[in-house]
């Protein structure tokens, strides 16, 4: 993804020429470590073939397709020429963008820059700004003062909320998170009654002092009574000026036009955007898709401008995947902003004498690729438009480096292996079906027995999540059914059996939810794991040597069973951060880097490697230098680690004597144990609906009881706080069902499912009072979003509460969205404790899926934001005099526990294996330092900023 800073941005360079100065953007490319040297050529290139030059003074040189290889990590950099650069005829470029990119990344940048190339102000004030940072703005989009802020991202389809109250409170986060409206004006957009625009649209309007206006949109999944009518849409408007007008007069003319239910009845955050944004448009239409695997950049944008010269009609273009309006068809720029990708749909609507020619024409141009080579489309490939590289992979070579995501930390030097891909041999026909649905059966409980034996012995409280999870898959019945379809078909039990998990896996990887697709891997490792008995071939890794495994992607049954006196690390070419592969790494120590692309694959095995997973990156054939500093680190990471385990039963005391709870994040009782040894101070966070999963029905109140009580027993007298069953997203419960959800993690889930079956909760709360007796217990509240909700959870509470007159048992809500966070005041007064979860509260305030391959980068629970949420709870809580813990991977961070410490945060709960180094690491640190550092973390502009507050900073 690109990135920019404001390192990236020369404000005062000179150049006699365009080569020259492009010979100046690379060398500064290479000695920044973002392309190899050859890439010089390939803008050069760039520049024959079509000239960079957008207008307005600005350049954007980037190399050609055939080049991408020769870049090592994306990147921008930025130089500017105060005295003008000739790029081409009647082209001086005071600004030259220049783009390293993988792969189409830059396409988000043109968009950007079409904007900027259409105000002549904003134009003037990128070349002649003297401040880095307001360059930084302007070119990547944010914070444009004065914009109106309309975008399928501030929509929000289905929501999971059941009152206004949830509704109004998810709109202003949308509105804050994209600096469309002050903090503090939040209560009064909270407080202001809305207006009914008609059929179930509604309308809440507030002037704010933010420096931009905009319009958040919520559609419930569930229409919603308001004021003895029904609410199916919400728009929440701010604004600072007159931009909000055109929006107005759009809703003004559906509603003369009674076509308000069009928004009401939009699918997509796509579609109820082009409504408020179409024009009306007169003459002939047609529509075509894109088959350009790098979709409408500069070269097509410029060959379809050029060709639509030729034609009297006026035309326009829109992209109907998009969320703009249509742009004529004459203007380069504006047909980049369309941001048309690989599948998309274009729409042309041609008025005029030669209109049908020129929709012919076009249309057959569009087809063929406008300059660029084609591929063939598929359905599939037009319900999700992605790029594709057709060029091959060069070779890794001596001194190569490529860059990915940390999934889990650490560094090694090894040579490197690949894992052959897996394969199992076997005939499609076989029978007779009634022996194969018997040998399915046999394979299937045999692997259930494994499992169900790995899970009994497991310590490791992310593997017991992760077999857990592999076990309810393996009893999915229509997995099975399937498969015994197949075989009463003639078809042999591997055959069956192979198509009835592959067709599940690779439904689950076009969920639009990626964190949900990203499972798909889960299925596949199940499913293979049945195929392996039914085949009788061994899946073990054979390789005996000390190595760095690389692969395509791997499964989590193959990180837990890896030989870890042999495997130092694992890279791989796909991948996500938030796998459960990942996930398993992180807990078992095992350095882990993903997303690599496809390249990765070709290093040879036995080549010397080095992965470092903080730098995010693995170099091929190293010099002595590199290896030298890598043997450093490893050894420095040792030291940290032996010095931190033999401390770790000190507490977590600051040099000025603060003293901050460190606790352990479980899944199940055997892991206690572990946890203690390892320096807990208690259990910050037992994830209950592990319990659940281990019946095929819902537990009884003795089973429930007999686990918690083994947990309080282990405990000793250290306190244990249970999050009450917490299922929905990823992790439903054949016995709790619920209805399909285009998106589940803003669905049913937490206290949500708990006040769909009350008599569930109920059972729980028995079980949790009875194993208490007198012991120090917390019970936490999971997915709370408004004060009615918790009041209703509460009523249950004391229902059964009543029954157990002695009983002293804290009670908290977790703070995962950020309706809750805004509102913790209001809470306070009823509780006892708020526990953050971070990781939730990342993703809906920053509105990324922490699974995204690509955009998790961004989604960093260190971001500004989700700190001054945790800051605002944590502020509620001392005025109510109650007491705040986070039990987010947040946590579990260096940097993080300093900054939430200095926040406020008296607890801190995290993974077993991070909690010596956590304890020791606080004890460096005195309380006014991490204040200062959380002052400093608070008030910083970026996760960046923040991530740059080093030890240096306190």
Not at 354 to 372: F, K, M
Request: proline residues 4%.
């Amino acid at each position: 993804m690109l990135k920019l800073t404001p390192n990236d941005i020369r404000l005062s360079a000179a150049a006699d020429s365009k080569v020259e100065a492009i010979v100046q953007i690379v060398d500064q490319m290479v000695a920044d470590g973002l392309v190899d040297s050859a890439y010089l050529q390939g803008m050069l290139d760039r520049e024959e073939q079509t000239s960079t030059y957008l207008g307005n003074g600005i350049a954007i040189p980037h190399g050609t397709t055939e080049t991408r290889d020769l870049v090592k990590e994306t990147g921008l950099k930025v130089f500017r020429f105060p005295e003008g650069i000739e790029w081409g005829k009647d082209q001086i470029v005071y600004t030259a963008v220049g783009i390293a990119a993988k792969s189409d990344e830059h396409l988000a940048i043109l968009r950007q820059l079409t904007r900027v190339i259409g105000d002549e102000a904003l134009s003037k004030k990128l070349h002649t700004t003297k401040n880095p940072n307001e360059v930084k703005s302007i070119l990547t989009g944010e914070a444009l003062a004065g914009e109106f802020l309309m975008n399928a991202e501030m929509v929000r389809m289905n929501a999971a909320v059941a009152s206004y109250a949830e509704c109004i409170s998810l709109a202003g986060a949308i509105l804050w998170t994209n600096k469309a409206v002050q903090q503090q004006e939040l209560t009064d957009l909270y407080a202001k009654p809305p207006f009914h625009l008609g059929q179930d649209v509604w309308l809440a309007s507030l002037h704010t002092t933010a420096q931009n206006g905009g319009v958040s949109i919520v559609k419930p999944e569930h229409p919603i009574s308001l004021y003895g009518e029904q609410l199916q849409l919400l728009m929440a408007i701010t604004t600072n000026s007159s931009s909000h007008w055109p929006l107005l007069e759009k809703l003004a003319e559906l509603k003369a036009s009674n076509a308000l239910k069009d928004l009401t009845n939009s699918k997509r955050a796509v579609d109820v955007i082009r409504l408020l944004v179409a024009q009306e448009l007169a003459g002939k239409q047609t529509v075509c898709r894109l088959a350009m695997p790098h979709g409408l950049h500069a070269r097509p944008a410029a060959n379809l401008a050029r060709l639509a010269k030729d034609f009297s009609a006026e035309i326009w273009v829109e992209n109907l995947d998009g969320d703009s309006p249509a742009v004529s068809a004459l203007s380069v720029t504006k047909l980049i902003s369309l941001g048309g990708l690989l599948g998309h749909r274009l729409q042309l609507t041609a008025n005029g004498e030669d209109a049908e020619a020129a929709l012919t024409q076009l249309s057959d141009a569009i087809a063929g690729g406008l300059g660029d080579s084609v591929i063939q489309l598929t359905d599939d490939a037009a319900a999700a438009p992605k790029t594709a590289e057709t060029h091959e992979l060069e070779p890794l070579a001596a001194g190569d480096e490529l860059f990915g995501l940390t999934g889990a930390p650490g560094v090694a030097i090894a040579p490197a292996y690949q894992a052959s891909e897996q394969s199992f041999e076997f005939d499609r026909k076989k029978g007779p079906a009634q022996d194969e649905t018997a040998r399915l059966s046999q394979a299937v409980i045999k692997v259930s027995e494994e499992l169900k034996a790995r899970l009994d012995k497991a310590t490791n409280t992310e593997l017991a999540q992760i077999i857990a999870m592999h076990l309810e898959l393996l009893d999915d019945p229509e997995m099975q059914q399937d498969a015994e379809k197949h075989i009463q078909s003639g078809d042999s039990a591997e055959w069956g059996w192979q198509q009835s998990f592959e067709t599940l896996a690779s439904a689950q990887e076009k969920s639009t939810e990626l964190l949900l697709a990203e499972r798909a891997i889960d299925i596949r490792d199940v499913g293979n794991r049945v195929l392996a008995v039914l085949t009788g071939q061994d899946t073990a890794n054979a390789i005996k040597v000390e190595h760095v495994l690389v692969c395509q992607e791997i499964a989590p049954s193959e990180i837990s069973e890896l030989d870890t006196e042999k495997v130092k690390a694992v890279v791989t070419a796909a991948g996500g951060v938030t796998s459960h592969a990942a996930i398993l790494a992180r807990s078992l120590g095992i350095p882990l880097l993903v997303g690599c692309g496809a390249r990765v694959l070709t290093v040879n095995d036995g080549t010397n490697v080095i992965v470092d997973c903080e730098g995010k990156s693995i170099k091929i054939a190293p010099s002595e230098e590199a290896l030298q500093t890598a043997r450093e680190a490893i050894v420095r990471e040792r030291e940290i680690n032996a010095r931190a385990h033999a401390t770790r039963m000190e507490p977590a005391v600051t040099t000025d004597g603060h003293q901050v709870e460190v606790m352990a994040n479980l899944t199940a009782s055997k892991a206690v144990e572990k946890a203690v040894d390892l320096g807990c101070e208690g259990v910050g966070l037992f994830r209950s609906e592990f319990i659940y999963m281990d019946y095929p029905q819902e537990p009884s109140i003795e089973q429930q009881r007999e686990e918690y009580a083994r947990v309080l027993d282990s405990l000793s007298d250290k306190p244990l706080i249970v999050r009450t069953l917490d299922v929905g997203g990823d992790k439903p419960l054949p016995y709790m069902p619920i209805d399909e959800e285009e998106n589940p993690f803003l669905g049913i889930r937490g206290v949500r499912l708990s006040l769909r079956y009350p008599k569930t909760l109920e059972n729980q709360l028995h079980a949790l009072l009875q194993a208490a007796d007198g012991r120090q217990l917390r019970i936490m509240f999971p997915m709370v979003t408004d004060i009615q909700e918790w009041r209703q959870i509460k009523a249950i509470y004391q229902k059964v509460a009543a029954n157990y007159p002695n009983a002293k048992v804290e009670l908290g809500i977790m703070i995962e969205v950020p309706s809750a966070a805004l509102q913790a005041h209001v809470f306070a007064k009823e509780l006892d404790f708020f526990s953050v979860g971070t990781n939730d509260l990342t993703q809906y305030t920053l509105a990324i899926d922490r699974g995204h391959p690509e955009l998790s980068r961004q989604a960093d629970s260190i971001s500004p934001a989700v700190l001054r949420l945790i800051d605002v709870t944590v502020k509620a809580a001392k005025e109510h005099g109650i007491w705040v813990g986070v039990c987010g991977e947040l946590a579990a961070d260096p940097l993080g526990a300093a900054i939430l410490t200095g926040i406020g945060v008296r607890e801190l709960s995290m993974s077993v294996r991070a909690i010596p180094r956590i304890k020791a690491h606080l004890r460096e640190l005195s309380l006014t330092q991490a204040k200062q550092l959380a002052t400093q973390a608070l008030a910083a502009e970026s996760s960046e900023a923040v991530r740059q507050l080093t030890a240096e900073a306190i």
